[in-house]
């Protein structure tokens, strides 16, 4: 079955199909639902980092204006810790002991009639601690360490061999430090019992898992509760985990027997929902004097919460993006005294390759060699360490096709070399790689008596254009125009679908999608199979074409029906049928399955009188497979890069190193880049569909941030000789 006709409806660069609700203010976020008889939550967080609770005075709150509830670990009821899950253990269950584990941990949650009288009952609660010291720097001898915890460490050939073999060698550390996630709108979560039936509006990725999490947390039947999160303010992964002020939300509703709304500050939003941990690496590369790469060697040691288990393997991008042939990388984890980390747009990649492309052009600059024909010179044209063919990788085209459009040739080959007036002008280079991520995914198809199609699953749309390329996807596998179509999604009594997150979404979807379409026209076919007033009676899936809202025999438009005669004819007013996609596996491929793949080329400029940097032109070009859309594509990659020149130039979640509070947890603050800080930025795609599922996407959300740090801090190395191999990069280690 092949869709018919000469219309482009894939790829096409279709504005967004819940743009006009977004910007008429029609679409609800979890924060805007309202319920009869609401009341609010607001957090009671500690102000210590360590220690234990010794005694909570919390009757000026209960007697405050307004209020209905103070829940602390005195009075809380007992919740079970929430399940594992594919991106690993859960969070703590809050107010389960008197233990504190981190400043701002939430210690109490107070209910009132409206937000502002539970935000100021909350500043009334008296906290008395236990005073300990707090573990808090990655390098301190006393915090415990976690070897290899993921259990991924790898190692193939002989490391110290290759070393002694080599010419060259290069051996530094780069660091990068916490960042936060920031999405702009405020996560928030409102809870409605009724009876042990539970309805949640979560500011979530992933409705699935807060139904399953707030299941097993709160002891009842997981058919009881429904999530929501048709629309979600953004999240960077801030929305993977079910964080406790969601659990909190609901224990207050079920405490008051009231809906709760409790809606996190900016603040709060330091310490409550995740953060990319602080990284040391260690990074060592050996080659010989030609620039064959004959030894890397990545150690790497990120902060976790003292009780958690985030997942964030760093060197892992080592093992996998050059050819060579020894290769050793080691991950560790420091437990500390800090807000459980979670995922941040391009986890673990955005550290990783930060430390890995900076030392290739180190390596680069200690050769002589140009930085683009040393990356194209170990360039792995298979999986390095199975051996497998690629499922696709255009990387080596995303290198030639970027130096081409971006003008490398004009690069002077000595750091100091090009200017623009007073300032100094640098060139800078990183090839970029995300690991191919695909779960398991179910999506349902129907078409009405009206000709319209209506397809769904539970999965989110944080501003990635879910639900425009997946409706773009079901009309061109059901021959209908786009206005025919309706996707819906974020409601956790649709089809299982997995979280928005991992660059993984639109392959798992659209793969479901993809089986859910065919499935329901097989399902006309089979209506028809045996009609003899039917031209399609007896065709197979294999032998039709779809166009116009019809099924037709293939090559023949005239041999067939509307789906619309046919359910008229039989009685019917819909036919549905349900699709399912699950991961393929490279050993049954006989390929890797690929990620997206790409090239980052930067050019700055810096004042050396003032070491003002300014990013003035990035061009990104991605091989990220198929691309639904062209425009919400493009629209990811330079989101992304923005992110990208925060990574690099701005964003440090700065701890107090005897307080463990959060010194800038506010817009004011904790800087991100605004206008003026983005270049002029062109997005390039090359390659092909991905040959590992039907759909051919690959995933585009993460690559886009990837390769950003690097490329900038090694076109500051051109531009001043100066290597900067700790981010963000600031103004004083530009001064010259």
């Keep these: 079955m092949t869709a018919a006709g000469s219309r482009v409806i894939i790829g096409a660069g279709l504005d967004r199909v819940d743009a006009p609700l977004k910007v008429t203010g029609g679409a609800q976020y979890p924060n805007d639902f309202d319920y009869p008889g609401m009341v609010h939550a607001a957090l009671v967080r500690s102000t210590v980092a360590v220690g234990r609770i010794l005694a909570i005075d919390a009757a000026e709150a209960r007697a405050a204006a307004g209020v209905l509830a103070v829940i602390t670990f005195e009075n809380a009821m007992r919740l ?63 915090a415990p360490v976690v070897e290899n915890p993921w259990r991924l460490d790898t190692e193939r050939g002989d490391v110290a061999a290759g070393f002694a073999a080599a010419d060259v060698v290069i051996d530094n550390t780069y660091t990068t430090p916490d960042n936060t996630n920031n999405p702009l709108g405020l996560m928030a979560t409102v809870a409605i019992w009724h009876g042990d039936a539970l309805t949640v509006h979560d500011s979530t990725q992933w409705p699935h898992n807060v139904r399953t999490s707030l299941a097993t947390i709160f002891n009842v039947p997981e058919s009881g509760i429904r999530v929501l999160a048709p629309y979600v ?25 009231r809906p709760v709304k409790l809606v996190l500050t900016r603040p709060e939003m330091f310490t409550s929902v995740g953060h990319r941990p602080e990284s040391v690496q260690r990074l060592k590369l050996g080659a010989t004097r030609a620039g064959d790469l004959v030894a890397v060697q990545h150690e790497a040691v990120s902060t976790v919460a003292m009780d958690d288990d985030d997942y964030e393997p760093v060197s892992q991008c080592s093992a996998v993006s050059y050819a060579c042939p020894n290769t050793r990388t080691r991950d560790r984890q420091v437990r500390l005294n800090i807000p459980c980390p979670g995922s941040m747009r391009g986890p673990a ?46 990387l080596r085209e995303c290198y030639t096709r970027g130096a081409e459009r971006f003008g490398w040739s004009r690069r002077g080959p000595e750091p100091g070399s090009m200017r623009d007036g007073h300032r100094l002008v640098g060139y800078g280079l990183a090839g970029v790689s995300y690991p191919g991520y ?76 993809h089986v859910a379409c065919r499935r329901l026209v097989r399902e006309f076919l089979d ?33 067939g ?74 629209s990811q990659i330079i989101g992304g890069t923005v992110g990208g020149i ?61 390769g950003m740090a690097a490329a900038i801090a090694n076109a500051v190395h051109h531009a001043t000789g100066r290597r900067v191999r700790s981010l963000p990069i600031t103004i004083d280690q530009l001064m010259l």
């Design 233 to 257: 303010g953004g999240a960077f992964g801030a929305g993977l985990r079910v964080w406790p002020h969601v659990i909190l939300a609901v224990l207050a509703a079920r405490e008051v027997q």
């Design 80 to 142: 079970s810790r929430g399940p594992m899950t594919l991106l690993g253990p859960s969070p703590p269950a809050p107010l389960q002991n008197d233990r504190i584990l981190h400043y701002g941990q939430h210690i109490a949650v107070v209910v009132a009639a409206t937000a502002e009288q539970a935000r100021h009952a909350a500043s009334l609660v008296r906290v008395r601690y236990e005073d300990v010291e707090a573990l808090l720097d990655i390098d301190d001898p006393a």
């Design 561 to 634: 029906e509307s789906y619309v005669d046919i359910l008229a004819r039989h009685g019917l007013e819909e036919l549905g049928a349900d699709g399912r996609s699950t991961p393929p596996l490279p050993e049954e491929l006989g390929m890797a399955i690929a990620g997206a793949f790409g090239a980052k080329f930067v050019e700055v400029r810096i004042d050396p009188d003032l070491g003002l940097l300014r990013v003035a032109r990035v061009v990104s070009v991605i091989d990220g497979g198929r691309i639904l859309n062209e425009k919400t594509a493009t």
């Design 527 to 559: 209506l028809v199979a045996d009609d003899a007033a039917s031209p399609l009676r007896g065709a197979r899936l294999d032998e039709v074409e779809v166009s116009d809202g019809r099924i037709h025999r293939a090559g023949a438009v005239g041999r």
């Design 438 to 513: 695909q779960v398991p995914c179910q999506a349902r198809a129907s078409l009405n008596r009206d000709g319209s199609a209506f397809v769904r699953s539970a999965a989110t749309d944080i501003g990635t254009g879910t639900y425009t390329v997946m409706t773009q996807l079901a009309a061109e596998l059901l021959g209908l125009d786009t206005g025919r179509v309706r996707f819906d999604l974020g409601d956790s009594d649709m089809p299982y679908s997995p979280q928005a997150g991992g660059s993984g979404l639109t392959g798992a979807l659209g793969n479901a999608v």
């Design 349 to 394: 990649e955005g550290q990783g390759n930060f430390a890995l492309e900076s030392a290739i052009d180190e390596l680069a600059h200690e050769l002589a060699m140009d930085p683009l024909e040393l990356r194209l010179r170990n360039f792995a044209a298979e999986h390095p360490v199975s051996g497998l063919p690629w499922s696709s990788n255009a």
């Design 646 to 706: 925060g990574q690099a130039l701005f964003e440090d979640t700065v701890t107090d190193s005897g307080t463990g509070r959060i010194a800038n947890a506010t817009f004011g603050d904790y800087l991100v880049p605004v206008n003026a800080d983005v270049p002029d930025m062109e997005v390039v795609f090359v390659g092909e569909p991905d040959r590992a599922t039907p759909v051919g996407t690959k995933g585009v959300g993460e690559i886009g941030l990837v």
